[in-house]
């Protein structure tokens, strides 16, 4: 187990896993998180948190940080992305459906 843990620390170390920071007129406005991660046979991403700032919603800047994760990703030779959305946020969905995802997978179990 130990040696487990200590595996994952050093895979998690060398991963290149990274956060963007949008700003506007120099207030920060928005700000993506990305993790890497093994896939089966390659190196994939998954979008941890995207936020807008609400009052600065719908003007494309969310999609203007997918961008640059993109970009970043392609420096990285990494193609595979996914990102979780809980089926009620209808907005996000159609956001990220926009920036070319497609279901994968439905898997969300919820203990109350
Ligand atoms: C989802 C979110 C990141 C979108 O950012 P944004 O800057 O408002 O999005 P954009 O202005 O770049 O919109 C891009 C496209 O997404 C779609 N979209 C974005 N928000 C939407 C909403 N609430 N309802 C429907 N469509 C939406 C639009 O169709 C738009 O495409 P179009 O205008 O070319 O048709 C932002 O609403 C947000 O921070 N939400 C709360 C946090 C969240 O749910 N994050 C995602 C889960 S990790």
Do not use: K
């Not at 990305?34 to 046979?41: E, F, N, T």
């Amino acid at each position: 187990m130990a040696t487990q843990a200590g595996e994952v620390r050093r895979v998690a170390c060398l991963t290149p896993s990274f956060a963007l920071l949008a700003e506007l007129d120099g207030r920060p406005v928005a700000y993506v998180v990305v993790r890497i991660m093994a896939g089966d046979d390659t190196w994939m991403a998954e979008i941890e948190t995207l936020s807008v700032d609400v009052a600065h919603r719908g003007r494309g800047i969310g999609q203007a940080l997918m961008r640059a994760v993109d970009e970043r990703l392609e420096s990285l030779q990494i193609r595979d992305a996914v990102v979780a959305v809980v089926s009620t946020n209808t907005g996000a969905i159609r956001f990220y459906e926009r920036c070319g995802f497609t279901v994968y997978q439905h898997d969300l179990y919820r203990r109350t």
